[in-house]
């Protein structure tokens, strides 16, 4: 790539973004990457039924019959609702 100097109207960042700029639009691709994302759809997440298995909330005590996950002997197992209650607060912060 040619190298223009920082006094000059472009730098190689500049070239190097352009570039990758006109060839995203030649490939149909729209928006920031962020942008694209926040588009795409969401799968389901997969549900294990768990009603042989008679669990019980560890808080509540509550029947469970279907679970995201495959249990493990080890760990307890929470509701729904009992999960989003223990589910830490999400403090990031967006720029």
Same mark, same amino acid.
């Given at each position: 790539?040619?190298?223009?100097?920082?006094?000059?109207?472009?730098?190689?960042? #500049?070239?190097?973004?352009?570039l990758l700029n006109t060839i995203?639009?030649?490939?149909? #691709?729209?928006?920031?990457?962020?942008?694209?994302?926040?588009?795409?759809?969401?799968?389901?997440?997969?549900?294990?039924?768990?009603? #042989?298995?008679?669990?019980?909330?560890?808080?509540?005590?509550?029947?469970?019959k279907e679970l995201?996950?495959?249990?493990?002997?080890?760990?307890?197992?929470?509701?729904?609702?009992?999960?989003?209650?223990?589910?830490?607060?999400?403090?990031?912060?967006?720029?």
């Amino acid at each position: 790539m040619k190298r223009v100097s920082m006094r000059g109207i472009a730098t190689d960042r #500049h070239l190097r973004y352009s570039l990758l700029n006109t060839i995203s639009q030649a490939l149909g #691709h729209t928006g920031t990457c962020r942008e694209r994302r926040s588009r795409m759809p969401y799968q389901k997440r997969r549900m294990y039924d768990v009603s #042989h298995l008679n669990l019980t909330c560890a808080d509540c005590g509550a029947e469970i019959k279907e679970l995201p996950f495959e249990p493990k002997d080890d760990r307890p197992v929470y509701c729904r609702e009992c999960a989003r209650k223990r589910r830490p607060q999400n403090n990031r912060i967006f720029r």
